[in-house]
């Protein structure tokens, strides 16, 4: 089993897979592979840091997050070699040959991405949007083998091993807001630590950049403690927001048929500790069974 989550900045996983991830692991052990791949060089989000230093430490910092995490880590890169610029990533035919790549090689079951906009009046970021319109799009030719050949060529265009195309989930988007539920509500209470402790290493946008820019509700956290109040509260405004009332920590996602459309039953087997008062089966079924 092989997860990949593919988003656009140094600590968005954090925020919105890090436990689902965690509480996977718990249940296939040394039998799940996990991998992050961030899209954006990470260099724009911050106030007194140069360029070049915010883009140094974030890396640091994102290395040292996926190590506590145990997962592998990869930094998107182009057909020539560059990272996209953060605050200038669109699904351009480069940034899709370059993602074909990098899917491709880990071949996920699952891939987690940020959603579209499906409402037109809600806010975006620019790399949000780009990474979730670009992961759309280049899902059907994962299996498509000489779609960027021209950029990746292969010894022999004359011999091509299928690629499994993975079931795609959109992770719930903060700059977005909650659209009155998400499909799938996952309880991480059990792995609130270490998604505390992982998103406290990202000491440059918890402690300086985020409450600088005043867009997330954050005063500075003193120390892991406050930290950890401050996540809490966080996570539980969240879940009001998405509705939902149950007690508990969530992560929420939805199911896409962006890739291959998954089974309720598979998802139900795959997923650990899914939360049915934190989840919206009745609209999950229909969506489903519309794509079977
Ligand atoms: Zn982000």
Redesign the pocket.
């Known amino acids: 089993m092989k997860l990949l989550c593919v988003?656009?900045?140094?600590?968005?996983f954090e925020?919105v897979a890090g436990g689902t991830f965690e509480l996977w692991r718990r249940r296939f052990g040394p039998k799940l592979r996990t991998k992050l791949i961030v899209c954006?060089d990470g260099c724009a989000g911050h106030q007194f840091r140069t360029r070049e230093e915010t883009g140094r430490m974030r890396l640091a910092e994102q290395l040292a997050a996926a190590r506590l995490g145990g997962h592998e880590f990869e930094l998107l890169r182009l057909p020539d070699g560059r990272t996209p610029r953060e605050g200038c990533l669109n699904a351009t035919p480069d940034v899709l040959a370059g993602l074909w790549r990098a899917i491709r090689e880990f071949e996920p079951d699952y891939l987690f991405c940020?959603p579209l906009a499906a409402d037109p009046l809600a806010g975006v970021?620019v790399?949000?949007l780009g990474v979730a319109e670009a992961v759309r799009k280049v899902a059907y030719l994962l299996n498509v083998p000489h779609a960027y050949t021209p950029e990746y060529p292969v010894a022999d265009e004359s011999r091509s091993e299928p690629c499994r195309t993975p079931v795609i989930i959109n992770v719930y988007d903060g700059?977005q807001g909650g659209d009155g539920g998400s499909d799938l509500g996952v309880d991480v209470g059990a792995a609130f630590d270490l998604i505390a402790e992982m998103s406290w290493c990202h000491q440059s946008q918890i402690r300086e950049w985020l409450p600088w820019v005043g867009r997330h509700d954050l005063s500075a956290p003193a120390d892991l403690p406050a930290w950890k109040e401050t996540l809490r509260q966080r996570m539980r405004k969240t879940a009001r927001g998405q509705g939902v009332t149950a007690d508990g920590l969530f992560e929420f996602f939805n199911v896409t048929a962006w890739g291959t459309a998954p089974t309720l039953e598979q998802l139900e087997k795959d997923f650990p500790n899914l939360a049915r008062g934190a989840s919206n089966y009745i609209r999950l079924r229909q969506r489903l069974a519309r794509w079977a």
């Open positions: 988003h656009a900045h140094f600590d968005d925020f954006t940020p970021h790399d949000h700059y």
